[in-house]
């Protein structure tokens, strides 16, 4: 009998599931044609293996999205010209009450992280990353040499733009990651195109096994720990992977790259260590480095994060140490003194901008490679970043 | 009288800048150090050692401060991040005896910080490779 119903609990979530699947692919096969970034219409493979992906991250995407085409229902509320009966009045009040707690309760909650914009996503995958991409739609991965990008389409950005910001919700906690670096960090290093791999990295956030180790077995991995553990809905497409990957340490493998790229499984991995080694290193390395040598300094928000951001990239650890030291950073140093000599400094963080320029000229409708776009200057919150991301 | 006070002016600044030890220095220090070490050395003994050589890179990038009150030049950036690749190893030495998990804690610590945004195939830096000797020196004892 618990038998017969688990089968048939079992049996609905699949049918579900596989309708809700058949309704996307049907609904991307119609657009397919349309490669967004200029790739040749009939390299689908990347699309379809999307489309094909039944891992935990995909499923709540498809739920997400089967949930927000629903019709709204008719408002529970009471109009407010209704008769004044207690009866009506009371589903009524007991609302103001819900909403009115859900306020306080907010006023002590952490500031959640602003989300990254759709449109800027859109934008930065409509750039070359100028690297190989992998293809997992065969047990065997498959390089594409010379051939960079795969061809995306809407329902591609939509899709990266659902997981990297719940992965931004799962993996913020009281002091809220700030969205803009990894949106900086990920257009510089892949473009947002997840199947990127080579010996310089690993997918989205490029990963290499040193960083992966430094998650799964070092500093970070209370990381994993809490994600595994997290009763957040957002985390609800990454907690078991966290969970094995908690039980069993991963590693890239330069035979077979899929764990870290597939659209299942490996796009799901890579948004946690991704995200995860920001985290680690902003929260395990560099806040404590700054501190050492000044109480204050590590109050600044833009500055932490572009040492982050720096030690994150080929300049490493040791750079940013280096910087603190070169500069004699101590109790007296100022904000702007340093940041500005920290932004001189750094080849990765120009490298950032650059491709900061790139990404606006796109959302502008200038050609990256044009005149229009090299004259075009990049306002403050362009170059932040600011104007990419929303609450 | 005149032109010894001038000599004397000139000669200041190229003797103080002779006393900055650079990282050849240091490292051929470190080899010979650790080469004259016995084989069954205590672990308090390899420490000892450790911790002088921990002194006296301290002391050159103090020296380093003072010469270039306002900004770190390149020689200094080498002693720095010798000294910064040795880090790990000299945290261990300042503990009673060395055990199996701290050891590879050390390990794993100096190859992250050392390699944390290089390539796959990037080589470990040379003192990054003689801090993982005098690691492998101190595990031997525990």
Redesign the interface.
């Known amino acids: 009998m618990r038998f017969n119903s688990c089968f048939c609990i079992s049996l609905i979530i699949l049918c579900s599931a596989t309708t809700v699947l058949a309704l996307e692919s049907h609904s991307s096969a119609a657009s397919v044609e349309k490669c967004i970034n200029g790739d040749y219409n009939e390299n689908t493979d990347f699309i379809k293996s999307i489309e094909d992906s039944i891992d935990p991250l995909r499923l709540t995407y498809l739920t997400a999205k089967s949930e927000s085409v629903t019709p709204i229902k008719n408002s529970s509320h009471p109009p407010c010209l209704e008769t004044d009966t207690n009866k009506k009045q009371l589903p009524y009040l007991q609302e103001i009450a819900k909403v009115a707690t859900q306020k306080i309760n907010s006023l002590f909650a952490p500031e959640p992280a602003a989300k990254i914009n759709r449109e800027c996503i859109a934008a930065a995958m409509k750039r070359n990353p100028g690297d190989t991409g992998i293809l997992c739609t065969t047990p065997k991965s498959i390089s594409r040499k010379n051939k960079t990008n795969q061809c995306i389409n809407d329902n591609t950005v939509d899709y990266i733009h659902f997981a990297v910001n719940s992965a931004i919700q799962c993996m913020s906690s009281d002091d809220p990651i700030d969205s803009r670096v990894l949106l900086k960090k990920f257009n510089n290093e892949t473009a947002f195109h997840p199947s990127i791999a080579s010996?310089?990295?690993v997918g989205l956030g490029q990963m290499?096994?040193?960083?992966v180790?430094?998650i799964s077995?070092?500093q970070g991995r209370y990381i994993l720990e809490n994600i595994a553990a997290s009763r957040k809905t957002e985390c609800k497409g990454f907690r078991d992977i966290a969970a094995k990957d908690l039980e069993k340490n991963p590693r890239?493998n330069?035979k077979n790259f899929c764990p870290w790229v597939s659209p299942g499984d490996g796009l799901a991995r890579n948004l946690i260590y991704s995200i995860g080694y920001y985290l680690t290193?902003r929260d395990q390395y560099i806040i404590p480095a700054v501190e050492r040598r000044s109480s204050s300094l590590s109050s600044s928000k833009d500055l932490i994060n572009d040492l982050t951001n720096i030690?994150?990239?080929?300049?490493?650890?040791?750079q940013v140490?280096?910087i603190l030291?070169?500069?004699?950073v101590n109790n007296k140093t100022s904000t702007q003194t340093l940041q500005s000599q920290v932004n001189k400094n750094s080849k990765y963080l120009e490298d950032t901008k650059n491709k900061m320029h790139e990404l606006t000229c796109i959302r502008k409708d200038l050609n990256p490679a044009g005149k229009e776009c090299e004259n075009y200057k990049l306002t403050i919150d362009e170059l932040k970043a600011n104007t990419c991301i929303s609450n | 009288m005149h032109f010894q006070l001038i000599f004397l002016l000139f000669l200041f600044p190229a003797f103080s800048y002779a006393t900055l030890q650079t990282t050849a220095e240091f490292m051929e220090q470190s080899h010979k150090t650790r080469e004259t070490l016995s084989k069954d050395a205590s672990f308090k003994k390899i420490a000892d050692e450790l911790q002088t050589f921990e002194k006296s890179l301290n002391t050159a990038i103090q020296e380093y401060e003072k010469d270039s009150p306002l900004e770190g030049g390149d020689e200094e950036e080498k002693v720095f991040k010798l000294s910064f690749g040795f880090k790990n190893i000299f945290n261990l030495a300042k503990q009673k005896s060395a055990s199996k998990e701290a050891c590879e804690k050390a390990k794993h610590q100096i190859e992250f910080e050392d390699k944390s945004g290089l390539d796959e195939d990037a080589k470990l830096s040379e003192a990054a490779e003689e801090a993982l000797k005098w690691l492998e020196l101190l595990c031997k004892t525990f």
């Open positions: 010996k310089g990295g290499t096994s040193i960083a180790n430094e077995q070092g890239i330069s290193l030690s994150y990239g080929p300049e490493g650890l040791k140490e280096w030291q070169k500069y004699r």
